[in-house]
Protein backbone atom coordinates (compact mmCIF):
# COMPACT_ATOMS: atom_id res chain seq x y z
CA UNK A 1 0.00 0.00 0.00
CA UNK A 2 1.13 3.55 -0.50
CA UNK A 3 1.96 5.76 2.56
CA UNK A 4 -0.72 7.56 2.59
CA UNK A 5 -2.78 4.65 2.20
CA UNK A 6 -0.82 3.12 5.43
CA UNK A 7 -1.04 6.30 7.52
CA UNK A 8 -4.73 6.63 6.62
CA UNK A 9 -5.33 2.57 8.04
CA UNK A 10 -3.31 3.34 10.93
CA UNK A 11 -5.21 6.57 12.00
CA UNK A 12 -8.52 4.54 11.43
CA UNK A 13 -7.26 1.48 13.74
CA UNK A 14 -6.35 3.85 16.41
CA UNK A 15 -9.73 5.86 16.51
CA UNK A 16 -11.46 2.78 16.53
CA UNK A 17 -9.34 1.36 19.18
CA UNK A 18 -9.58 4.59 21.26
CA UNK A 19 -13.57 4.23 20.84
CA UNK A 20 -13.17 0.57 21.86
CA UNK A 21 -11.02 1.71 25.45
CA UNK A 22 -13.86 4.73 25.99
CA UNK A 23 -16.42 2.10 25.66
CA UNK A 24 -14.74 -0.53 27.92
CA UNK A 25 -13.34 2.07 30.22
CA UNK A 26 -17.31 3.41 30.93
CA UNK A 27 -18.00 0.05 31.76
CA UNK A 28 -15.60 -0.61 34.01
CA UNK A 29 -16.17 2.71 36.06
CA UNK A 30 -20.35 2.31 35.96
CA UNK A 31 -20.48 -0.85 38.22
CA UNK A 32 -19.72 -1.13 41.80
CA UNK A 33 -16.44 0.30 43.11
CA UNK A 34 -17.39 -1.31 46.74
CA UNK A 35 -15.85 -4.92 47.09
CA UNK A 36 -14.93 -7.13 49.93
CA UNK A 37 -16.71 -6.29 53.44
CA UNK A 38 -15.94 -2.45 54.56
CA UNK A 39 -15.65 -3.72 58.68
CA UNK A 40 -12.48 -6.00 57.57
CA UNK A 41 -9.76 -3.83 58.64
CA UNK A 42 -6.71 -5.57 59.46
CA UNK A 43 -3.94 -4.06 60.76
CA UNK A 44 -1.31 -2.67 57.77
CA UNK A 45 2.27 -1.55 57.75
CA UNK A 46 2.76 0.94 54.98
CA UNK A 47 6.37 0.89 52.91
CA UNK A 48 7.16 3.31 51.03
CA UNK A 49 10.89 3.72 49.52
CA UNK A 50 12.19 6.82 48.63
CA UNK A 51 15.18 8.45 47.12
CA UNK A 52 15.24 12.43 46.65
CA UNK A 53 13.05 15.21 46.71
CA UNK A 54 9.63 14.99 44.87
CA UNK A 55 7.32 18.02 44.83
CA UNK A 56 4.43 17.99 47.08
CA UNK A 57 6.38 15.20 49.20
CA UNK A 58 5.61 16.68 52.28
CA UNK A 59 2.03 16.65 51.59
CA UNK A 60 2.27 13.29 49.78
CA UNK A 61 3.73 11.51 53.28
CA UNK A 62 1.19 13.33 55.67
CA UNK A 63 -1.63 11.89 53.69
CA UNK A 64 -0.43 8.46 54.08
CA UNK A 65 0.57 9.37 57.79
CA UNK A 66 -3.05 9.68 58.20
CA UNK A 67 -5.14 7.46 56.89
CA UNK A 68 -8.78 7.24 58.18
CA UNK A 69 -7.67 3.78 59.72
CA UNK A 70 -7.43 2.05 62.69
CA UNK A 71 -3.98 0.41 62.79
CA UNK A 72 -1.17 1.85 60.30
CA UNK A 73 2.64 1.09 60.54
CA UNK A 74 4.56 3.49 58.45
CA UNK A 75 7.75 2.66 57.09
CA UNK A 76 9.59 5.20 55.18
CA UNK A 77 12.65 3.53 53.53
CA UNK A 78 15.78 5.75 52.14
CA UNK A 79 19.03 4.07 50.95
CA UNK A 80 21.53 6.85 52.39
CA UNK A 81 21.95 8.20 55.77
CA UNK A 82 22.23 11.72 53.44
CA UNK A 83 19.88 11.74 51.53
CA UNK A 84 17.90 14.69 50.93
CA UNK A 85 14.24 13.89 51.71
CA UNK A 86 15.39 13.19 55.60
CA UNK A 87 14.46 16.44 56.68
CA UNK A 88 11.33 16.49 55.14
CA UNK A 89 10.06 12.59 56.66
CA UNK A 90 11.89 14.25 60.21
CA UNK A 91 9.00 17.13 59.78
CA UNK A 92 6.20 14.58 59.02
CA UNK A 93 7.26 12.71 62.17
CA UNK A 94 7.11 15.75 63.84
CA UNK A 95 3.73 17.06 62.32
CA UNK A 96 2.67 13.31 62.82
CA UNK A 97 2.82 12.84 66.64
CA UNK A 98 0.04 10.11 66.94
CA UNK A 99 0.83 7.82 63.97
CA UNK A 100 3.28 4.90 64.03
CA UNK A 101 6.01 6.03 61.86
CA UNK A 102 9.99 4.48 61.10
CA UNK A 103 12.61 5.97 59.46
CA UNK A 104 14.70 3.28 58.46
CA UNK A 105 18.24 3.83 56.55
CA UNK A 106 18.98 0.77 54.04
CA UNK A 107 22.90 0.79 53.71
CA UNK A 108 22.75 -3.38 52.60
CA UNK A 109 21.99 -3.69 49.27
CA UNK A 110 20.71 -6.84 47.69
CA UNK A 111 21.20 -6.19 44.35
CA UNK A 112 21.18 -3.92 41.49
CA UNK A 113 18.03 -1.86 41.74
CA UNK A 114 18.51 0.28 45.31
CA UNK A 115 14.74 0.68 45.13
CA UNK A 116 14.32 -3.59 45.56
CA UNK A 117 16.66 -3.17 48.71
CA UNK A 118 14.78 -0.47 50.19
CA UNK A 119 11.67 -2.65 50.03
CA UNK A 120 13.13 -5.63 51.40
CA UNK A 121 14.51 -3.22 54.45
CA UNK A 122 11.64 -2.06 54.74
CA UNK A 123 9.81 -5.97 54.95
CA UNK A 124 12.21 -6.51 57.62
CA UNK A 125 10.90 -3.85 59.77
CA UNK A 126 7.06 -4.55 58.92
CA UNK A 127 5.27 -5.81 62.30
CA UNK A 128 1.91 -6.61 60.27
CA UNK A 129 0.73 -9.14 57.67
CA UNK A 130 -0.92 -6.86 55.45
CA UNK A 131 1.66 -4.66 53.38
CA UNK A 132 0.82 -1.52 51.29
CA UNK A 133 3.71 -0.64 48.82
CA UNK A 134 3.36 2.70 47.93
CA UNK A 135 6.28 5.22 45.78
CA UNK A 136 6.59 8.53 47.10
CA UNK A 137 5.16 10.79 44.64
CA UNK A 138 1.82 9.54 45.21
CA UNK A 139 -0.90 11.10 46.56
CA UNK A 140 -4.10 9.70 48.29
CA UNK A 141 -6.87 10.31 49.88
CA UNK A 142 -7.60 9.61 53.57
CA UNK A 143 -9.54 6.92 52.86
CA UNK A 144 -7.16 4.62 50.83
CA UNK A 145 -6.55 2.04 52.91
CA UNK A 146 -10.74 1.92 53.67
CA UNK A 147 -10.79 1.31 50.47
CA UNK A 148 -8.45 -1.45 49.05
CA UNK A 149 -7.99 -3.07 51.60
CA UNK A 150 -11.79 -4.98 52.53
CA UNK A 151 -11.43 -6.38 48.76
CA UNK A 152 -8.89 -9.00 51.00
CA UNK A 153 -11.34 -10.25 53.05
CA UNK A 154 -12.48 -13.00 50.06
CA UNK A 155 -9.82 -15.47 50.66
CA UNK A 156 -9.51 -15.69 47.17
CA UNK A 157 -7.93 -11.92 46.87
CA UNK A 158 -4.32 -12.12 47.92
CA UNK A 159 -3.20 -8.58 46.01
CA UNK A 160 -4.78 -5.16 45.15
CA UNK A 161 -3.04 -2.88 42.51
CA UNK A 162 -3.99 0.22 42.51
CA UNK A 163 -3.33 2.26 38.48
CA UNK A 164 -1.75 5.29 39.11
CA UNK A 165 -2.83 8.93 37.47
CA UNK A 166 -1.31 12.28 37.00
CA UNK A 167 -3.11 15.49 37.96
CA UNK A 168 -2.35 19.61 38.68
CA UNK A 169 -0.45 20.18 35.80
CA UNK A 170 1.02 23.74 35.72
CA UNK A 171 1.17 24.45 32.19
CA UNK A 172 -0.55 23.63 28.96
CA UNK A 173 2.32 21.47 27.65
CA UNK A 174 2.10 19.38 31.37
CA UNK A 175 -1.46 19.16 30.72
CA UNK A 176 -1.38 17.34 27.43
CA UNK A 177 1.16 15.32 28.57
CA UNK A 178 -1.12 14.41 31.86
CA UNK A 179 -4.25 13.62 29.11
CA UNK A 180 -1.49 11.27 27.23
CA UNK A 181 -0.09 9.78 30.31
CA UNK A 182 -3.50 8.99 31.51
CA UNK A 183 -5.32 7.71 29.07
CA UNK A 184 -1.91 5.42 27.91
CA UNK A 185 -2.66 3.95 31.52
CA UNK A 186 -6.40 3.45 30.94
CA UNK A 187 -5.72 1.91 27.53
CA UNK A 188 -3.18 -0.92 28.55
CA UNK A 189 -4.89 -2.20 32.00
CA UNK A 190 -8.47 -1.66 31.89
CA UNK A 191 -9.26 -4.27 28.96
CA UNK A 192 -6.61 -6.48 30.64
CA UNK A 193 -8.82 -6.23 33.87
CA UNK A 194 -11.99 -6.53 32.51
CA UNK A 195 -10.77 -9.96 29.97
CA UNK A 196 -8.90 -11.25 33.15
CA UNK A 197 -5.63 -11.39 32.15
CA UNK A 198 -4.24 -9.28 35.02
CA UNK A 199 -2.79 -11.74 37.58
CA UNK A 200 0.16 -9.24 38.85
CA UNK A 201 0.55 -6.01 40.50
CA UNK A 202 1.40 -3.00 39.06
CA UNK A 203 1.66 0.68 39.09
CA UNK A 204 3.23 2.99 41.63
Known sequence: PSPELLIVGLTV????????????????????????????????????????????????????????YPCTQVIFVVGEPHDPAIPVLDQVIKNCPSSDILLVISIQKIGANEKVSNLEAGYQRARYDHLVFIDSDIRVGQDYLRKIIPSLADH?????????????????????????????????????????????????
Not at 36 to 46: E, L, N, Q, R, T
Request: glycine share 8%; charged share 15%; with cysteine.
Open 156 to 204: RIGLITCLPFYRDSRNVPAALETVGVNSNILSMYIPMFLLGRMKYGTGA
Open 13 to 68: FNLLYLFFVLALTDYFFSRSQHFGDPSFAPPVSMIIPVKGKDDGMFENFVALCRQD
